[in-house]
């Protein structure tokens, strides 16, 4: 079985030649599908990433979540771990790690309490990834810190997002990995 290196390698060769009109087409019908999920519907608070080189774009999930009036965080990294920090625009980002947008820390953190536990209708995580199954197994970026970051959180709703070339038949997943309850590519 392909390891979940070689596996990242070929997945993101494969996202990097996508051309701008095959990006640009995804984006749209995830934006449309996000938009439009009872989840979605239902959360006040989303949990987004800024999308990063080859990554599909989230602008539109951003931006839309803003105009409506959800609480908008974005993942910061903080030595070996990742915190969500909240947003008011995508201008507020600045450049973290590995030149990745993201808060500068200062604003509002989103602390997932028992409240959040106990009615996780009210928050939705949307996620990146390198490669995904139809398992909904999920390889990252190698450092692990969404699986880190869910670890404690098993009700967090979470859907992943990616293109149709990131589906892969079989992932090889390991204890520590975390699924994402939903895995939408397009």
Not at 95 to 110: M, N, R, W
Request: with cysteine; proline share 4%; aromatic share 10%.
């Amino acid at each position: 079985m392909e390891s979940k290196k070689e596996i990242r390698k070929r997945v993101l060769a494969k996202r990097e030649a996508l051309t701008p009109a095959e990006r640009f087409r995804s984006a749209v019908l995830i934006s449309d599908n996000i938009l439009n999920h009872q989840w979605f519907l239902n959360a006040k608070y989303i949990l987004l990433f800024a999308s990063y080189g080859s990554e599909i774009s989230t602008d539109t999930l951003i931006e839309e979540s803003l105009k409506i009036g959800k609480k908008v965080f974005l993942p910061k990294v903080e030595g070996d771990v990742m915190e969500f920090y909240r947003i008011a625009s995508k201008e507020e980002l600045v450049a973290g790690y590995k030149g990745i947008l993201e808060p500068d820390g200062t604003s509002e953190k989103f602390v997932y309490t028992e409240t959040f536990e106990q009615n996780p209708d009210t928050v939705l995580m949307i996620m990146p990834g390198a490669a995904f199954d139809p398992k909904r197994n999920r390889i990252g970026y190698g450092k692990g810190f969404y699986d880190k970051y869910l670890a404690d959180k098993p009700n967090l709703h979470t859907i992943a997002i990616g293109f149709d070339c990131q589906m892969v038949d079989c992932i090889d997943a390991e204890e520590n990995d975390i699924k994402p309850m939903q895995v939408i590519c397009l």
